[in-house]
């Protein structure tokens, strides 16, 4: 995640084809190889949706979706990328609850 601007936008290969033309379909997939690791009360509290989906998926779905920023180093790019990332986020659709499938496993509070 942390070098996806670079790569996106610093290597020629990757910015004639990652764009809305050459690319119909991203699907984000989030999986931990555990379970709530002792967070279950954190998550209790603040909600895992907000922790991982506004907090995580959230940034990089913005960072493959994003069109190019003006300044990607230089004092005004943090700026011209947050520009670009609110760009698509405002974009997609709100999400209705008839959208979302939620769940909750019993025991988490023990992990």
Known sequence: VQNL?????????FERIWNRDN??????TFKEPF???GRGG????YGIIRDIIQNHLL?????LAMEAPSKVDGSESGESIRDAKVQ??????P???EDCFLGQYEGYLDD
Do not use: H
Not at 5 to 13: D, K, P
């Open 88 to 93: 698509v986020l405002t974009a997609i659709p």
């Open 95 to 97: 999400i209705t609850i």
């Open 42 to 45: 954190y998550f209790d509290k």
């Open 5 to 13: 601007i670079m790569m996106r936008f610093g290597n020629l290969w």
């Open 59 to 63: 940034q990089v779905l913005s960072l």
């Open 35 to 37: 379970g709530t690791d």
């Open 23 to 28: 690319i119909q379909c991203v699907i984000l």
